[in-house]
């Protein structure tokens, strides 16, 4: 907890102590003062005795609120000073409080009282050989006094704010340190959402698809249906190996490398799995050269998501892929689906299909575009950035 000006609330036993520190730096000159008082009068009078004590004690009340009303306290403090001995360690701490602050026109205003008031303590104490001590050296030593006052209360106040500076520098990189956490965390769940998506949607896309023409159709022969059964049970085996790599990568620590990367050249493979699952492709690759692993990886991605996309909406459907691109220009893939000539079940969408490729896209600096066609079908196109001096020396061009 802190106050208004900055500075931290103090407790009870920090009051207690600081008053009875300068309670007891001031009993020592009340005791000289009433010694000399005495030797030179014989009696000291009721003043010194009972008004000077009981000024100080209320000078100590007053101190309690130093923190709140500074400069008043201050003032009254040390005006109360010119008249009570005892309150002089009361006055130092109220002006070395007050120097906390750091305003040079409190302070200075604070000083001039304090000094103007030590000048007036001589009528109420008067000494013998007092009146012989020049006036001058009076205010310098009382100056001096404040000025020790002073210098101390300053510096614990560039102390304060020294350590607020640190706590506050503290907290707010303790903020940006949870708000990266929770971005890393964000991150990270996106991360395994779309993993997720890439290695099961596709797999779990064509058994669907499998499953939902070995439901519909009452024609096949025997060993039809043991072909799309002996599918469905590779597909789910497939798709169950895939999820237990992905998890152990996922639970792995840093320090073990990921396995490969599907890239272009794994297309084929991909073309070939959703044949085997009944499903009509037809690829035509006319990309000369290899392209850099992070377009290899997008493109496949791509193709990877419209497959599953035809699988879950058109079942039965020809599906036509276009590969073309060379380095130095940029490649281009198509992917075009005709109606859906079969009504099956399909599974749920997982709302991170189109949605990552997206983002995967934007992040390679291309461009995406999908919509329906008219006659009922949909078309999905990309073109992705290959900067030239990354193709490799061979190329390939196949269709299929």
């Not at 001589?122 to 404040?146: E, I, K, N, R």
């Not at 990189?173 to 996106?190: C, F, G, I, P, T």
């Not at 022969?221 to 999820?243: C, F, K, P, W, Y």
């Not at 690759?285 to 998501?305: F, M, N």
């Amino acid at each position: 907890m802190v106050n208004t000006d900055g500075a931290p609330r103090l407790g009870a036993w920090q009051q207690t102590w600081r008053l009875t520190a300068v309670t007891v730096a001031s009993l020592p000159i009340w005791l000289s003062m009433l010694a000399l008082m005495r030797k030179q009068s014989g009696d000291p009078g009721a003043w010194i005795l009972v008004g000077d004590p009981l000024l100080a004690l209320g000078c100590l009340a007053a101190l309690l609120w130093r923190r709140r009303w500074p400069l008043a306290v201050a003032l009254a403090v040390t005006v109360a000073s010119a008249v009570s001995v005892l309150a002089t360690g009361a006055a130092l701490l109220a002006m070395g409080s007050l120097a906390t602050r750091r305003r040079p026109v409190e302070i200075g205003a604070v000083v001039v009282a304090y000094v103007g008031a030590s000048q007036l303590a001589t009528g109420v104490y008067p000494l013998q050989g007092s009146a012989d001590v020049p006036w001058w050296v009076q205010v310098a030593l009382t100056t001096l006094t404040a000025g020790i006052a002073v210098a101390v209360g300053m510096a614990v106040g560039a102390r304060r704010n020294e350590v607020r500076s640190l706590r506050e520098r503290a907290e707010s990189a303790e903020r940006e340190q949870s708000a990266r956490a929770a971005q890393a965390r964000a991150l990270e769940r996106n991360r395994i959402a779309r993993e997720m998506h890439d290695v099961l949607a596709h797999r779990i896309s064509l058994v669907a698809m499998q499953a939902g023409v070995l439901d519909h159709r009452r024609d096949l022969s025997a060993d039809e249906n043991r072909l799309l059964v002996r599918g469905i049970a590779e597909g789910s085996h497939q798709a169950l190996e895939e999820l237990r790599e992905v998890l152990g990568v996922l639970r792995s620590d840093h320090g073990r490398p990921e396995p490969p990367q599907p890239s272009l050249d794994r297309i084929p493979d991909l073309v070939a799995d959703a044949r085997a699952a009944n499903l009509d492709v037809r690829l035509s690759d006319a990309v000369t050269g290899s392209p850099p692993d992070g377009i290899g990886r997008t493109c496949y991605r791509i193709v990877q998501e419209a497959l599953t996309n035809a699988a879950k909406h058109a079942p039965g459907a020809v599906v036509r892929i276009t590969l073309a691109g060379t380095a130095g220009a940029t490649l281009d893939i198509g992917v075009r689906n005709g109606p859906a000539p079969l009504r099956t079940a399909r599974p749920p969408a997982s709302g991170f299909g189109l949605l990552g490729l997206g983002e995967r896209i934007t992040l390679a600096g291309g461009e995406l575009d999908h919509r329906p066609t008219p006659e009922g079908g949909y078309v999905l196109t990309a073109r992705l950035p290959w900067p030239d001096g990354s193709a490799a020396a061979h190329s390939h061009e196949k269709s299929a």
